[in-house]
């Protein structure tokens, strides 16, 4: 009997699309990543702003911050260079300032150590059965911000160490208290409340610039500019929700942990309370920090007290910041090079921030000139590199910021000069342009997508296995982050959680590629693209 050849092709169509629908059945269930290697290379972080482009023909220059002059360098009539000192204030109340500054940091370091300490011993002594040992309650040595073992103040560690008060683990002890563990509790409730502090100053920051950009003029309200604020409001706002959501997690297994190991039998809500308003510097509610009233046999530090600790510490830090920023202000400089035209001050007089006291003039040179939030402003200072490009240019003119005011302007922003260095530019005076400064570099460092770090994070895929591990970054580019702990060159990492559709292009993937988009082999959803059943 002669079989068609018609048939024949037929049952022929038929085996190889079940063959490769079975191969698709397969593994459909088999994870697939997205994944690159960590290399080798050069990265440049930078900040990037938007201003305005100005011809800086005259610029009056003003001391930053109120004070009386010590000291007038140049004299009308004398060609400077930029960057030359003009004048200098008498700045021994600013340093003295500064100083203050830094002890109160100290003092709220010192009395988070004081705290992690004596929670951490009283956890301790509560498994071992030893009652008798001393209990700080809160109390901050008197060592000018030494620990009680004479160590230098720890725990304040928005990078993720651990607490260093914490005594580590005995492994040949069965009292059954995983201090280590306790310890990551404590090191979490710290972390999370600098992420409250963070994102609570964006918040109050993008506010006041919205209130800026909608109440200007009546037409302002409808405007674009407050369209795009209102957006940046809310976005701000739902960070800072969910950053205290993060905290008062954080509290409650901490609290929870204090519980459990000493006894209470009150509520463990009482050490852990977050406030729900971004108009308050103290993040954290204290229900009770120390003494009978805490919730804790013996007047225990509570979980709170820790988050109140660290709140200090973050409001001691930015008030050290804007010290040393008034102090670096106390000194006015040439933002370019030019004549002094006009000095309206001497040594011994008082001069008010913001009062202009030279003049100083210069045809051809071109400023852009920019505002920043609070944020933006803590990462630039004079000198540093940066790239304009006005609006309609293909390329970017080389300039440095050569003016950062420390007083901000009624809109909370702080205004910030940017001189390119080419001279006599045909540039439209009020021309938008963009602005990268370069805030850090680094060379030859090991390097991954930023798309995969996540939380101190990467996934590194060894052998087919994906295993969450943590990484210490550097610098972050604008595609890429430093990895300077964690990872090696070569390393194989996650770019994308398993439900990801996997890129067409030339992406490097692991042996489990995805053939033709969401859909293909190893993915969910359907065959793989081009696969026919029979008879289609």
């Not at 269930?29 to 690159?36: C, E, F, G, Q, V």
């Not at 009395?111 to 059965?129: H, K, R």
């Not at 040594?347 to 009062?355: C, F």
């Amino acid at each position: 009997m002669r079989i068609p050849r018609r048939l024949i092709a037929g049952v022929a169509v038929l085996a190889v699309a079940g063959v490769g629908y079975a191969g698709y059945a397969a593994a459909a269930d088999d994870p697939s990543y997205r994944t690159a290697r960590a290399t080798i290379g050069d990265l440049e972080e930078t900040v990037d702003l938007t201003g305005t482009v100005e011809p800086a023909g005259r610029a009056d220059l003003a001391f930053a911050t109120s004070g009386t002059v010590a000291r007038v360098t140049v004299e009308p009539g004398e060609k400077v260079t930029a960057g030359q000192v003009l004048g200098r204030l008498d700045d021994g109340s600013l340093r003295e300032a500064v100083q203050r500054a830094r002890s109160t940091l100290a003092s709220a370091r010192a009395q988070l150590e004081s705290d992690i300490a004596a929670q951490t011993e009283a956890v301790s002594d509560a498994s071992t059965g030893d009652t008798q040992s001393p209990q700080s309650g809160g109390q901050v040595p008197q060592s000018g911000g030494q620990s009680p073992q004479g160590q230098s103040p720890q725990g304040e560690s928005p990078q993720g160490q651990s607490p260093s008060a914490s005594p580590s683990t005995d492994p040949d002890d069965d009292s059954g208290v995983d201090l280590d563990a306790l310890a990551a509790q404590q090191q979490a409730v710290l972390t999370a409340q600098t992420a409250v502090s963070t994102s609570l100053a964006a918040a109050q920051d993008a506010l006041a610039a919205q209130q800026a950009a909608c109440t200007a003029t009546p037409e302002a309200a409808v405007s674009q500019e407050c369209s795009d604020a209102l957006t940046a409001v809310q976005a701000a706002q739902q960070q800072v929700a969910t950053d205290q959501q993060a905290l008062q997690d954080a509290l409650e297994a901490l609290a929870d942990t204090l519980t459990a190991a000493l006894g209470d039998e009150t509520s463990a809500a009482a050490n852990a309370a977050v406030a729900t308003t971004a108009d308050e510097p103290a993040i954290v509610l204290v229900a009770a920090t120390t003494g009978s009233s805490s919730g804790m046999s013996g007047g225990t530090v509570t979980a709170a007290t820790l988050a109140k600790d660290q709140a200090s510490i973050d409001q001691a830090r930015a008030d050290l910041l804007t010290a040393q920023q008034e102090l670096a202000m106390a000194t006015v400089t040439a933002p370019f090079a030019g004549r002094v035209v006009a000095v309206d001050a001497g040594a011994g007089d008082s001069v008010a921030a913001g009062t202009a006291v030279f003049v100083l003039v210069s045809q051809g040179t071109t400023t852009v000139q920019v505002s920043v939030s609070s944020t933006q402003v803590q990462e630039l200072e004079v000198g540093q590199v940066a790239r304009a490009t006005p609006a309609g240019a293909d390329t970017a003119l080389r300039g440095a910021v050569t003016q950062v005011s420390s007083v901000p302007a009624s809109d909370s922003t702080y205004a910030v000069t940017i001189t390119l260095r080419r001279k006599h530019l045909d540039i439209a005076t009020g021309l938008t342009a963009s602005v990268a400064v370069v805030t850090g570099t680094a060379s030859d460092v090991v390097t991954v997508p930023a798309s995969a770090v996540s939380d101190g994070r990467v996934t590194l895929l060894e052998d087919g296995v994906a295993t969450p591990t943590p990484v210490t970054t550097g610098v972050t580019g604008a595609t890429r982050v430093e990895i300077t702990d964690g990872l090696a060159k070569g390393d194989e990492v996650v770019l994308a959680d398993l439900d990801a559709a996997l890129p067409t292009g030339d992406t490097e993937t692991n042996n489990r590629v995805q053939l033709g988009g969401p859909g293909g082999f190893g993915g969910t959803g359907g065959p793989p693209t081009g696969f026919q059943r029979p008879g289609q």
